[in-house]
């Protein structure tokens, strides 16, 4: 069983209203040394295939990512 991770993120060109409300609110928390908020997702996929990672980059590419605005890293989780 291989566990399998997947980070997906809004492209750079692509406006990010919810990281913006997160960047707006940090200065009243204190936080004003940030200068940029992305949100983004993560999951983590548990599998049982021998071509575990292939596989888990086709599900995030068909059905956790939309191709048109994210991008998505995925990797093993040792």
Do not use: S
Not at 38 to 54: C, L, M, N, S, T
Not at 67 to 73: S, Y
């Amino acid at each position: 069983m291989a566990k399998v991770a997947v980070d997906v993120m809004l492209k750079p060109e692509i406006l990010d209203p919810q990281g913006q409300a997160i960047l707006r609110a940090l200065p009243g928390l204190g936080f004003d040394q940030v200068t940029a908020v992305r949100q983004g997702k993560h999951f983590e996929v548990d599998i049982d295939a021998a071509d575990a990672q292939a596989q888990v980059e086709k599900i995030a590419a068909t059905l956790l990512a939309n191709p048109v605005i994210e991008d998505f890293a995925v990797r093993l989780v040792e």
